[in-house]
Protein backbone atom coordinates (compact mmCIF):
# COMPACT_ATOMS: atom_id res chain seq x y z
CA UNK A 1 0.00 0.00 0.00
CA UNK A 2 2.78 2.76 0.82
CA UNK A 3 4.52 1.74 -2.64
CA UNK A 4 1.58 2.48 -4.20
CA UNK A 5 0.93 5.61 -2.25
CA UNK A 6 4.40 6.54 -3.20
CA UNK A 7 4.18 5.84 -7.00
CA UNK A 8 0.49 7.89 -7.11
CA UNK A 9 1.64 10.95 -5.75
CA UNK A 10 5.45 10.99 -7.18
CA UNK A 11 7.22 11.05 -3.49
CA UNK A 12 10.42 9.09 -2.94
CA UNK A 13 11.60 7.41 -0.10
CA UNK A 14 13.97 9.84 0.83
CA UNK A 15 11.63 12.56 1.13
CA UNK A 16 8.54 10.74 2.83
CA UNK A 17 10.96 9.83 5.47
CA UNK A 18 11.81 13.54 6.31
CA UNK A 19 7.26 14.00 7.09
CA UNK A 20 6.90 12.71 10.18
CA UNK A 21 4.41 13.89 12.97
CA UNK A 22 7.14 15.47 15.03
CA UNK A 23 7.80 17.86 12.16
CA UNK A 24 3.83 18.57 11.34
CA UNK A 25 3.66 19.58 15.52
CA UNK A 26 6.42 21.73 15.21
CA UNK A 27 4.46 23.75 12.08
CA UNK A 28 2.03 23.79 14.12
CA UNK A 29 3.50 25.32 17.64
CA UNK A 30 5.31 27.39 15.62
CA UNK A 31 1.98 28.87 14.33
CA UNK A 32 0.40 29.04 17.46
CA UNK A 33 3.29 31.04 18.81
CA UNK A 34 3.17 33.46 16.05
CA UNK A 35 -0.81 33.70 16.52
CA UNK A 36 0.04 34.53 20.63
CA UNK A 37 2.17 37.27 19.66
CA UNK A 38 0.09 38.69 17.50
CA UNK A 39 -2.23 39.07 19.93
CA UNK A 40 -0.52 40.02 22.88
CA UNK A 41 0.95 42.86 20.87
CA UNK A 42 -2.88 44.40 19.48
CA UNK A 43 -3.00 43.64 23.90
CA UNK A 44 -0.33 45.59 24.57
CA UNK A 45 -1.32 48.57 22.10
CA UNK A 46 -4.32 48.59 23.60
CA UNK A 47 -2.98 49.05 27.29
CA UNK A 48 -0.16 51.47 25.96
CA UNK A 49 -2.88 53.60 24.75
CA UNK A 50 -5.11 53.76 27.61
CA UNK A 51 -2.15 54.65 29.46
CA UNK A 52 -0.75 57.50 27.38
CA UNK A 53 -4.23 59.07 27.12
CA UNK A 54 -4.28 58.47 30.96
CA UNK A 55 -0.79 60.45 31.25
CA UNK A 56 -1.46 63.27 28.64
CA UNK A 57 -4.64 64.23 29.99
CA UNK A 58 -3.76 64.44 33.01
CA UNK A 59 -1.56 67.18 32.64
CA UNK A 60 -3.16 71.06 33.41
CA UNK A 61 -0.37 72.63 30.80
CA UNK A 62 -2.10 71.29 27.95
CA UNK A 63 -5.04 72.75 25.82
CA UNK A 64 -7.58 70.37 24.82
CA UNK A 65 -6.06 70.92 21.06
CA UNK A 66 -2.58 70.32 22.08
CA UNK A 67 -3.82 67.14 24.57
CA UNK A 68 -5.59 65.23 21.23
CA UNK A 69 -2.84 65.81 18.91
CA UNK A 70 -0.29 64.45 21.68
CA UNK A 71 -2.43 61.68 22.28
CA UNK A 72 -3.23 60.39 18.38
CA UNK A 73 0.76 61.13 17.74
CA UNK A 74 2.09 59.10 20.38
CA UNK A 75 -0.48 55.98 19.56
CA UNK A 76 0.44 55.80 16.31
CA UNK A 77 4.44 55.43 17.33
CA UNK A 78 3.26 52.90 19.76
CA UNK A 79 1.78 50.80 17.52
CA UNK A 80 4.09 51.15 14.87
CA UNK A 81 7.36 50.05 17.77
CA UNK A 82 4.92 47.03 18.81
CA UNK A 83 4.08 45.97 15.43
CA UNK A 84 8.32 46.24 14.49
CA UNK A 85 9.08 44.07 17.90
CA UNK A 86 6.14 41.51 17.03
CA UNK A 87 8.10 41.28 13.64
CA UNK A 88 11.56 40.62 15.12
CA UNK A 89 10.04 38.07 17.52
CA UNK A 90 7.50 35.72 14.44
CA UNK A 91 11.01 36.03 12.18
CA UNK A 92 13.29 34.51 15.66
CA UNK A 93 10.29 31.77 15.86
CA UNK A 94 11.09 30.40 12.44
CA UNK A 95 14.90 30.26 13.12
CA UNK A 96 16.13 33.76 11.10
CA UNK A 97 18.77 35.28 13.06
CA UNK A 98 17.27 38.71 13.97
CA UNK A 99 21.08 40.84 14.39
CA UNK A 100 21.68 39.67 11.20
CA UNK A 101 18.24 40.55 9.42
CA UNK A 102 18.90 44.06 11.24
CA UNK A 103 21.95 44.16 9.95
CA UNK A 104 21.27 43.16 6.20
CA UNK A 105 18.66 45.49 6.65
CA UNK A 106 20.90 48.34 7.66
CA UNK A 107 22.90 47.71 4.52
CA UNK A 108 20.18 47.64 2.51
CA UNK A 109 18.48 50.53 4.07
CA UNK A 110 20.72 52.49 1.69
CA UNK A 111 19.13 51.31 -1.08
CA UNK A 112 15.41 51.54 -0.05
CA UNK A 113 15.61 55.16 1.20
CA UNK A 114 16.46 55.79 -2.41
CA UNK A 115 12.47 54.34 -3.09
CA UNK A 116 11.28 55.45 -0.17
CA UNK A 117 12.14 59.15 0.10
CA UNK A 118 8.30 60.59 0.11
CA UNK A 119 8.14 57.84 3.20
CA UNK A 120 10.82 59.58 4.88
CA UNK A 121 10.01 63.09 3.90
CA UNK A 122 6.22 62.48 5.30
CA UNK A 123 7.67 61.15 8.53
CA UNK A 124 10.05 64.37 8.86
CA UNK A 125 7.69 67.31 7.87
CA UNK A 126 4.99 65.40 10.42
CA UNK A 127 7.33 66.29 12.99
CA UNK A 128 7.90 69.58 12.07
CA UNK A 129 4.12 70.10 12.14
CA UNK A 130 4.15 69.08 15.90
CA UNK A 131 7.02 70.90 16.98
CA UNK A 132 6.29 74.02 15.44
CA UNK A 133 2.19 73.66 16.18
CA UNK A 134 1.28 74.25 12.92
CA UNK A 135 -2.14 73.14 13.54
CA UNK A 136 -3.68 70.58 16.33
CA UNK A 137 -6.49 68.00 16.25
CA UNK A 138 -9.39 69.76 16.13
CA UNK A 139 -8.30 72.59 14.19
CA UNK A 140 -10.33 74.48 10.94
CA UNK A 141 -7.27 74.38 8.29
CA UNK A 142 -7.12 74.57 4.46
CA UNK A 143 -4.66 73.32 2.26
CA UNK A 144 -3.52 72.34 -0.92
CA UNK A 145 -7.19 73.35 -1.99
CA UNK A 146 -8.88 70.82 0.82
CA UNK A 147 -10.36 72.37 3.96
CA UNK A 148 -12.18 71.15 6.85
CA UNK A 149 -11.44 70.07 10.83
CA UNK A 150 -8.31 68.04 11.20
CA UNK A 151 -9.35 64.67 13.01
CA UNK A 152 -5.79 62.87 13.65
CA UNK A 153 -2.64 63.93 12.78
CA UNK A 154 0.42 60.34 12.41
CA UNK A 155 3.84 60.59 11.74
CA UNK A 156 3.04 59.47 8.10
CA UNK A 157 -0.45 61.41 7.57
CA UNK A 158 -3.03 63.80 8.80
CA UNK A 159 -6.49 63.23 8.38
CA UNK A 160 -9.12 66.30 7.74
CA UNK A 161 -13.07 66.08 7.61
CA UNK A 162 -14.63 68.17 5.03
CA UNK A 163 -18.22 70.12 6.11
CA UNK A 164 -19.77 67.73 3.60
CA UNK A 165 -18.58 64.82 5.42
CA UNK A 166 -15.61 63.57 3.04
CA UNK A 167 -12.68 62.44 4.60
CA UNK A 168 -9.01 63.66 2.94
CA UNK A 169 -5.85 61.82 4.26
CA UNK A 170 -3.08 63.96 3.31
CA UNK A 171 0.19 62.72 3.32
CA UNK A 172 2.46 65.45 5.44
CA UNK A 173 5.28 65.22 2.64
CA UNK A 174 2.85 67.51 0.29
CA UNK A 175 1.67 69.78 2.73
CA UNK A 176 3.72 73.08 1.51
CA UNK A 177 0.98 76.16 2.56
CA UNK A 178 -1.38 75.54 5.80
CA UNK A 179 -4.34 78.10 6.36
CA UNK A 180 -5.33 77.59 10.38
CA UNK A 181 -8.64 79.49 10.47
CA UNK A 182 -8.40 78.28 14.50
CA UNK A 183 -5.81 80.40 15.67
CA UNK A 184 -6.26 82.73 18.51
CA UNK A 185 -9.33 84.48 16.57
CA UNK A 186 -11.71 84.49 13.56
CA UNK A 187 -12.78 87.11 11.50
CA UNK A 188 -16.98 87.68 10.09
CA UNK A 189 -16.67 89.75 6.55
CA UNK A 190 -20.40 90.19 5.14
CA UNK A 191 -20.90 92.67 3.02
CA UNK A 192 -24.48 94.17 2.54
CA UNK A 193 -25.69 95.73 -0.63
CA UNK A 194 -28.24 98.50 -1.07
CA UNK A 195 -29.91 100.50 -3.56
CA UNK A 196 -27.89 103.33 -5.31
CA UNK A 197 -31.38 105.80 -4.61
CA UNK A 198 -30.54 105.20 -0.54
CA UNK A 199 -28.41 108.07 1.62
CA UNK A 200 -25.17 105.77 2.28
CA UNK A 201 -24.38 107.56 5.31
CA UNK A 202 -28.06 106.88 6.92
CA UNK A 203 -27.62 103.49 6.18
CA UNK A 204 -24.99 103.01 7.77
CA UNK A 205 -25.88 105.04 11.00
CA UNK A 206 -28.87 102.34 10.82
CA UNK A 207 -25.98 99.23 9.82
CA UNK A 208 -24.08 100.54 13.51
CA UNK A 209 -26.83 101.34 15.40
CA UNK A 210 -28.11 97.89 15.28
CA UNK A 211 -25.27 95.78 15.50
CA UNK A 212 -24.08 97.72 18.54
CA UNK A 213 -27.32 97.11 19.89
CA UNK A 214 -27.13 93.09 19.26
CA UNK A 215 -23.25 92.96 20.80
CA UNK A 216 -24.71 95.25 23.81
CA UNK A 217 -28.04 92.50 24.70
CA UNK A 218 -25.39 89.68 23.50
CA UNK A 219 -27.90 88.32 21.00
CA UNK A 220 -25.00 87.38 18.71
CA UNK A 221 -23.41 84.21 20.50
CA UNK A 222 -19.75 84.48 19.38
CA UNK A 223 -18.50 88.21 19.49
CA UNK A 224 -15.68 89.20 20.89
CA UNK A 225 -16.32 92.68 20.50
CA UNK A 226 -18.90 94.91 18.39
CA UNK A 227 -19.38 94.31 14.51
CA UNK A 228 -17.45 97.85 12.42
CA UNK A 229 -19.55 98.77 9.89
CA UNK A 230 -15.75 99.45 7.36
CA UNK A 231 -17.94 101.48 4.97
CA UNK A 232 -17.92 101.51 0.95
CA UNK A 233 -15.98 99.00 -0.36
CA UNK A 234 -18.00 98.68 -3.83
CA UNK A 235 -20.19 100.51 -6.66
CA UNK A 236 -21.38 97.59 -8.18
CA UNK A 237 -23.50 97.63 -10.98
CA UNK A 238 -27.08 98.20 -9.47
CA UNK A 239 -26.06 98.23 -5.72
CA UNK A 240 -23.58 100.15 -3.33
CA UNK A 241 -21.58 97.57 -1.67
CA UNK A 242 -21.30 97.99 2.88
CA UNK A 243 -18.47 96.16 4.42
CA UNK A 244 -18.97 95.16 8.32
CA UNK A 245 -16.59 93.37 10.02
CA UNK A 246 -16.33 90.92 13.42
CA UNK A 247 -14.23 89.26 15.77
CA UNK A 248 -15.40 85.84 16.55
CA UNK A 249 -14.18 83.17 18.67
CA UNK A 250 -13.16 80.29 16.92
CA UNK A 251 -15.30 78.64 14.53
CA UNK A 252 -18.64 80.84 15.45
CA UNK A 253 -17.93 83.11 11.69
CA UNK A 254 -19.61 81.45 9.85
CA UNK A 255 -23.13 81.77 12.51
CA UNK A 256 -22.07 85.05 13.02
CA UNK A 257 -22.23 86.17 9.67
CA UNK A 258 -25.47 84.42 8.84
CA UNK A 259 -27.05 86.58 12.46
CA UNK A 260 -25.84 89.64 10.93
CA UNK A 261 -27.45 89.34 7.26
CA UNK A 262 -30.50 88.40 9.14
CA UNK A 263 -30.74 91.32 11.42
CA UNK A 264 -29.58 93.96 8.97
CA UNK A 265 -32.41 93.05 6.96
CA UNK A 266 -35.33 93.31 9.41
CA UNK A 267 -33.87 96.31 10.30
CA UNK A 268 -33.71 97.30 6.76
CA UNK A 269 -37.12 96.08 6.58
CA UNK A 270 -38.19 98.30 9.14
CA UNK A 271 -36.70 101.30 7.87
CA UNK A 272 -37.98 100.98 4.31
CA UNK A 273 -34.78 100.13 2.66
CA UNK A 274 -34.22 98.59 -0.37
CA UNK A 275 -32.23 95.94 -0.82
CA UNK A 276 -31.63 95.72 -5.13
CA UNK A 277 -31.64 93.34 -7.36
CA UNK A 278 -30.51 92.87 -10.91
CA UNK A 279 -32.62 95.14 -13.33
CA UNK A 280 -32.35 96.18 -16.95
CA UNK A 281 -33.62 99.54 -17.94
CA UNK A 282 -34.60 100.03 -21.15
CA UNK A 283 -34.02 103.48 -23.14
CA UNK A 284 -36.82 104.13 -25.62
CA UNK A 285 -35.23 106.60 -27.87
CA UNK A 286 -37.53 108.58 -30.81
CA UNK A 287 -37.08 109.08 -34.55
CA UNK A 288 -35.69 111.93 -35.67
CA UNK A 289 -37.08 113.89 -38.64
CA UNK A 290 -35.54 115.60 -41.51
CA UNK A 291 -35.65 119.06 -40.33
CA UNK A 292 -33.83 117.88 -37.20
CA UNK A 293 -30.52 117.30 -39.37
CA UNK A 294 -31.71 120.76 -40.80
CA UNK A 295 -32.73 119.66 -43.83
Known sequence: MEETVTEVFGFGSELM?????????????KIALCVL???????????FNRIIKKLIYSRKGFSERKTKT??????????????????CQILSIFGVNVMSFIAVAGVGSIAIAFGAQSLVQDIIMGMFILIEDQFAVGDVIALDGYSGTVEGIGIRTTRIRSTDGNLFIIPNGQIKIVTNMSKGFNRAVVDISVAYEEDV?????????????????????????APEVLGVVDLADSAVVIRVSADSAIGENWAIEREIRRIIKIRFDKEGISIPYPQIVIHKGTEKKEEDYGF
Open 70 to 87: LTTVCKSTIKYVIYFFAF
Open 37 to 47: VIVVSSALIGV
Open 17 to 29: KYISVESIVSVLI
Open 201 to 225: DYVIGVMKEELNKAFDQKSINGLLK
